[in-house]
């Protein structure tokens, strides 16, 4: 199981006349074939910003200031507009959040699917409606056949969805990110959906980055997960280590303002207080350190480097470093290279 | 793994954590008018506004001249005279129909100078028709010059004649279009080009001035366009919020009456009007534009109020016993003001040049009012003439409009609450 | 989708009746009116009158009569101009009027909409900055004004064009360009503007996302979005077109329809100014319900909605 994507040092802002906007700065993960790897944080934080830029998407006034994005032994960064425009719905595809806006509306989804289809792949016109039927099926929508004759507006939002994914699938695709795909979509859909992509992940063996602000939808689905606060990582691990072996006071943090279902016990939600940083102007430290309770004066002065606690595990805090003051709940972490 | 000074991991305090700047949030009205001063175009156009307001108000309080003061013997006068010295300190100008006007070296007129009958020889009418028959060169050149001689004009100016030969104009060959022959002294060339100061815009064809009567035509024509909006608010407002607050059947019909009316083109039924009642004053016009264009300004009002109803402060007021008129006149329409004066600011320009166009059509104020339509409509005939008379009048309403349309663009995005930032 | 067109026949014909009444009682009941008024009219036309709309029998009748005129497009005779009928005149003013109209409906088409693109995909860069200048001009200076420049400055000055008339083909330009040009100026802002916020729309994203190539993504994906609104302005644009034609006709001294109605209410000539009312009005209402229909033929949400199901 090779690695399949890598990103170094990813920095990407918005040059807006009002100042520059730093949305991700300084972002790097990997990941390998087979992970569904998901990206959860505020919003703001910088998750979405970082997907489009994987993928070339990063619109005008913004810009991939720094760093490089590894797929498939190029760097995505260097290249053109029409040669990423080959791999996008092709080798990397990529769904949205909002399914109602996210169709043309004067097209139908056949027009829509055959024309993705066509464009990346040698099938006539014939057998790319048989592949889009195919697809749609594949998904769940029924009655493809007759379906896929009809305009967006005629689906719900469930159904939009599907096609959406259905669209991206349709070339077989290495890599899928997914952006918020159930945000917008009732919680009983949401579970189709998200069942829907665990589905097809299986049979299609794609990979599948995940973003949202949701930790129960990542719990149910990913293999990995990356916690970004103010354009950076704060955290990165497996589903277990995350979850049941936390090492960064806003990871701790997001856990318990989250509702936990335990029949019988009565817990006090604890919100983070503060709001997030403002992006033009953003701290010189680690950008949590004005909403955590373990700030220290390294923290307001220097960002963390990231610490490694395990083959899979890192965090970006300096209470793990070796000469921080033991905190119950935090381990001291190696090096990141070691 | 770097070494950190041990100093640094010291717990922070509350107070140490924060440094977040608070920017100040401004209301709705004070981020509009920011975002609409840094628009340099609207801000023109609201100095514009300004300053032809004043023109119209202040104007005609500056000149001495009425606007229906005729004077025949400075008619059709251009803003910019070609002055000639044709004696020490004795300058004369030349008008389009070739009389001669005296002047001060500064532009300042003097007279008409009285026109007499030629002295001199005179050509027959068959010699002058055929002078380009069997005559050789030199004959025909002969003839030609005393031809010629008709494009001659003689004048009295202090007791001796002036004579203007004005043959140049028509034979390109010759050197100078005019020539002057006075007390012995021959002047070809023209002076200088003085500005006309008894009037600045030129005279029309009546030799009433155009500045004075440009100035009264903005008193009509901004009249014209404000009263006619103001109906068009009042009239389009209540319509459009009753319309959009009762909803339902009221609500269908009322649009439906609005949608006829706007199944024919506005035009038309302002030219219809002012036909049947005809012309009685200024009043005719102004209800006829108010009373026709009251629908855009209807749809807009009822589409907000549509949207606006269904927000909870509604809710809380009509719980809160807030009789409908006041829910409408104090909560409603005040949070509409933004689009209603958005349209109301681009109503005015349409305004004037509705009345222009009536006034082009014959159909506008009725004289001796003149508007800068009328204005215009008059001036067309002499264009190629006297185009200064069409080109000021013309260039009044154009630039009226410029204004209004530049502060009423910036004044969609400065309103436009989807870029607030404060 | 036959049902929708046949309802909004229905309702355009009721319209035009609705009008044609509106305009008959009009006409008839304003004291003073015209046909009531004092006016010294020709001995030889109130004959003709008399005859034509028998003014001294009952109003119902009256309105029988004329609207049964209106069906079989007699419109009667004209008030001032001796010997014709209205119809004549409308006859012969429509076909100089029509081909103006629709050169200066080809020129806001065939200009107006590719600008409008080319300023949003180039936005903010010089191309932008002159055509929305251009076109800002366009809207804000009057119809009239862009005439008589156009006289003073190509015809007068320069000579390149004729004063006035059609009968040199180079005489049709100014008239074209002056009556064009606040809706080609008009239809450029629009497009510009709905271009702008068409490739602002989430689906414009999916369809890069998906790897179609930008060329198509603009051609394709965005411009049909686009000139939606663009084909809902073409009923004021040809209300603007019709109603320019007054001024503009006149000022160039054209023998269109426009000049006749023009000289009509100046010598208030009450049955040609009823007749080419009526006449204009209904053709507007056909025009309008022309676009309407083509309107639902282009968003298949209209067509969806309205009464196909």
Redesign the interface.
Known sequence: MGKILEVNNLKTSFFTHLGEVQAVRGSSFSMNEGDILGIVGESGSGKSVTAMSI?G?VEEPGKIKEGSVIFDNRDLTNLS??EL??????EI????Q?PM???????TIKNLMI??IQ??TDMNKKEALKHAIYMLDLVGIPEAGTRINS?P??FSGGMRQRV?IA??LSCNPKLLIADEPTTALDVTIQAQILELLLRLKDETNTSIILITHDLGVIAEVCTDIIVMYGGMMMEKGTVDEIFYKPNHPYTNGLHSSVPHIVSGKRERLIPIEGSPPDLMKPPAGCPFSPRCPHAMQICKEEAAPMFRLSDTHTSACWLLHKDAPEVEGYIKGGNQDD | MRDIDKSKFVFLSEKEKEFEEFRPSLTYWQDAWRRLKKNKMSMVGLVGIILIILFAIIGPLTTSMSYSDQVNDFKNLPPFLRVYEVAPDKFVTITSDYSLIRTTKNGRLIERLEEIEVSGPVITDEERTDVTKILSPSEQKKRNDEAKKNLVKQYMMDGEIIELNFSGVVDSELEHKYVFTYNGQVTNEKTKTVWNKKYPFGSDNLGRDVLTRVMYGARISLTVAFVASLVNFIIGVTYGAIAGFEGGRVDNVMMRIVD?IN??????II??LM??IGNQGLWTIILAIGMVYWVGMARLVRGQILSLKEQEFVLAATTLGVSRKNIILRHLIPNAMGPIIISMTMMI?SAV?TE??MS????GVSAPMASWGTL?NNA?AA??TS?YQ?FFP??A??IT??AF??LG?GLRDALDPRLRKG | MGKYFLKRLAAALL?IL??ATI?FI??HS?PG?PFTRERPVPDSIMERLNEKYNLDAPLIEQYWDYMKGLVTLELGPSFSIIGKDVEELIGAGFPTSAKIGLFATILIIVVGIPFGIISALKQNRPIDYTVMFLA??G????S??IA??I??VFA?LLGWLP?FGIENPLGYIGPVIALAGYSLSFVTRLTRSSMLEVLR??????????????V?VMAK?AV??AL?PVVTYVGPMV??I??GS??IE??FALPGMGGYF?ES??N?DYTT?MGI?VF??AF??IM?LLVDVAYAF????IR?EKGAK
């Open positions: 993928i998407l507009e029409s425009s080959e791999l996008r719905g092709n595809a990529m769904i949205f909002d806006t996210s169709l043309n509306p004067v097209f024309e993705v464009r990346h305009y507006h005629q959406m669209t991206a | 006829i199944s024919v083109p506005l035009v038309l030219i219809m036909v049947l320009p040049f222009a166009f082009f059509i014959g159909l215009a067309l264009i190629l185009p069409l013309a260039a309403i154009a409009m410029l349309n530049f663009d | 319209t609705l009008i305009t009009l006409m304003i009116g800002t001009l809207v804000t200076v009057p009239f004004v008589t420049l006289i003073y007068g004063t729309q989430d689906y414009i994203r999916t369809a890069r996302a998906n790897g179609i190539k930008e198509v994906h049909r979005n939606i209300a603007g019709l109603t007054f001024v006149r000022i023009v209410i100046t208030r100014i009312t204009y009005a507007y209402i309008i282009i968003d298949p949400r969806f």
